[in-house]
């Protein structure tokens, strides 16, 4: 499976996976109880520093950023046109904040890492009889497919581009599909193999 990590190491790197996951999601959630658009606004604003300040790391992201960027737009031309503009701005905002931190974090930390911290933080479950390390597999694998989705997107609209010159649009989303279901389906085959060893 594809993977938007990038190996071009920044100082975001070197922090360990499990600070990454706390320090973000807590901001992720801080983005749901700020109501004020300017407070929004600056949150932000800091999203984009810290996304910048990883450098040549974001390269392989862009399209994703600019595809975030546009859904954000469309957010708030929808409520504008629902004569909401500054509710469509406060949810743009929110969108665009948690969208930067979670791109970050792929970029940055090996799946393998999340893995561990879901294993760690899920341990206590063991003693009611939960099967942690499949739950933490489960999560891991969830954001893992998340990720090869849009790498695959992208992929697939590189080679559309070449070949016609113009974005390839909603006459992606067919081939796009397969090609899901067919890593699905590989990935499904691979751990059933290895999980009945």
Not at 30 to 40: A, D, E
Not at 64 to 81: C, D, E, P, R, Y
């Amino acid at each position: 499976m594809g993977s938007l990590y990038s190996e071009q190491t920044t100082w975001l790197h070197r922090v360990p996976a499990a600070i990454k996951l706390i320090f973000f999601a807590l901001l992720g959630v801080l983005q749901f109880l700020l109501t004020s658009p300017t407070v929004l606004m600056g949150s932000a604003l800091a999203c984009c520093m810290l996304f910048a300040s990883l450098g040549r790391a974001v390269y392989p992201a862009r399209k994703l950023v600019i595809s975030v960027l546009l859904a954000g737009l469309l957010i708030m031309v929808f409520h504008a046109w629902m004569s909401q503009p500054m509710l469509g701005v406060v949810s743009a905002m929110r969108l665009f904040s948690a969208a930067l931190l979670g791109i970050a974090l792929t970029l940055t930390t090996r799946s393998r890492d999340l893995l561990s911290v879901f294993e760690r933080v899920l341990s206590p479950l063991q003693r009611v009889g939960i099967r942690t390390e499949r739950l933490a597999l489960q999560l891991a694998m969830m954001l893992r497919f998340a990720e090869h989705f849009f790498v695959v997107w992208k992929r697939l609209d590189d080679a559309y581009r070449i070949r016609t010159g113009k974005a390839g649009g909603l006459k992606l989303l067919a081939p796009l599909t397969i090609k899901m279901l067919i890593s699905a389906r590989h990935v499904a085959d691979t751990l059933e193999l290895r999980l009945g060893e």
